[in-house]
Structure formats: C-alpha cells, structure tokens
C-alpha cells in the first residue's frame, strides 16, 4: 500500500511538473518590461479581445442548438444513434488545418458559402469564420460532457414530472435544464477554453483578422521567440485567472444550489 501511494505520488509530481515547467521558465525568461509594454500594444490586446469573443460565439451556439441534441443522445434510443455520436466526436481526431480546408470548401465557395454570401454573411476572413472554425473543433467537448450531465439524471424524475401533468417541453425546460446546469456550465468552459487555443481551422479559413494563437504564431515565425512569448504569456495568464475564477464561480454556484 506504501508503495503505490509513493509511486502515485510520483507519478503526480511529474505531471504537475510537465504542466508547470513551461509556464513557469516562460515567466522567468520573460523580462517584466517587455511583459507590461503588451498593454499598451493595441494589436495584441485587439487579438486577445477577438479571441474571448470569437469563442464565446461559439459556445453561445453549442448552448443553444448543443442542448437539446445531448438531451436527445441522453435519453432517447434511436436508429443510426452510435453512427451520429461517433461523427459528434470526429473533429477530436480530425487534424485541424484538414477540417480548415473542410470548412472553406463548404463555406467559403460551396453552395452553403454562395447561399449565406448571399444573406450577407461572409466566413472567409471575418468573425463568423473564426467562430465557425471554433465551433466546429471544440463543439463535441460541449456535447460530451452535456449528454452524459443529462443521463446521469435519474429517469423517475422525469416520470414523476409527467405524472404531475407536466409535458415534454416543461419537463425539459423546469426539470432536466436546471439539474443539468452543472455539466452545462462546465462543458460551456470547456469549449470556450477549447475555442480560445484554436489555431490550425481558424488559420485556414480567417487568417485576419487574427485571434491572439494566430499573432502568436505570426510573431514567432517574422520576429523570432523573443516578440512571440511576452504575447504567449499573457494569453496564458489570462486564461489561468479567468478558469480560476470560473473554478470558484462554480463551487459557490454549487454550494448554494446544495
């Protein structure tokens, strides 16, 4: 028993390390100077901006038209059910720049691009691209964590609900959504964080205006690592402060549900 509880011990150190190390020697490398001069340069905190937004988009969209599919993957038996969530899923193992090219044969020349074009919605280069991009890489974080909050909702609940007179929309809306609203909000963070580090689909189909991953990679590839990690840094940063406070926003939204 001593044994294994040393060896996890070890085992969880490494991992901790694996994760800290590069954050950390990047702070370390990085000279405060350079770090706080980002503040004042207008194109990394637009990118930054761009990129919380672009990805909020998305996940605004997985909330709305994601729910209601993870309810029916949850709870409803179905033909052609297995073969819908392995396509759900396919996007984790899809190289991204491949579903890049995907989207912008799709959206950017083929018939659903020239049929939005000509609704006045362009996906190539613009903020509609970048969130379609997002939307599609991260979406079946959303999907997953949602489907399996729902079915871990016990059946008589909704039985019980029937029973009182309830329908299927009330049921859903009054029962199952707000019982749910824990994995929803945690697969809602997992797919913003997912949309945020999204480079290989955004870069294909809308280089500019250029999400912060994207300037990164531009600033690294013109200027060299030194222009590239203050920006790296920043965007890490921020993402490590917002997830903390949506860390504690949740275990207070769970203490007071309790």
């Known amino acids: 028993m001593r044994t294994f509880i040393i060896t996890g011990l070890v085992f969880a150190v ?66 052609g059910k297995s073969v819908l969530e392995a396509l759900i899923n396919l996007p984790i ?85 707000p019982l749910a609203s824990p994995s929803i909000f945690t697969g809602s963070v997992l797919m913003w964080g997912r949309g945020i580090s999204e480079f290989g689909a955004v870069v294909i189909l809308a280089y500019h205006p250029m999400i912060a991953p994207v300037l990164i990679y531009e600033r690294f590839t013109s200027f060299g690592l030194q222009s590239s990690r203050p920006v790296a840094l920043l965007l890490i940063l921020l993402c490590v402060i917002i997830f903390i406070l949506l860390r504690i926003i949740s275990r207070l939204w769970m203490r007071y549900r309790a």
């Open 14 to 79: 490494i991992s901790f390390l694996l994760v800290f190390l590069p954050i950390g020697g990047m702070m370390v490398a990085t000279p405060i100077a350079e770090f706080i001069s980002l503040f004042g340069d207008n194109e990394v905190l637009s990118s930054i901006i761009l990129t919380f937004e672009t990805a909020l988009y998305a996940t605004l969209f997985a909330l709305i038209f994601g729910t209601p599919l993870s309810y029916l993957l949850a709870r409803y038996r179905f033909r």
């Open 93 to 177: 193992i899809i190289p991204h720049t491949a579903a890049g090219i995907a989207l912008l044969m799709v959206f950017g020349s083929g018939y659903l691009g020239n049929l939005f074009n000509r609704a006045g919605i362009d996906f190539i280069g613009t903020r509609a691209g970048i969130s379609l991009a997002m939307a599609f890489v991260s979406i079946p974080f959303y999907l997953d964590t949602v489907r399996e909050g729902f079915r871990s909702i016990d059946q008589r609940i909704e039985n019980v609900a029937r029973t009182l007179g309830a329908n299927q929309r009330q049921v859903f809306f009054r029962v199952m959504l």
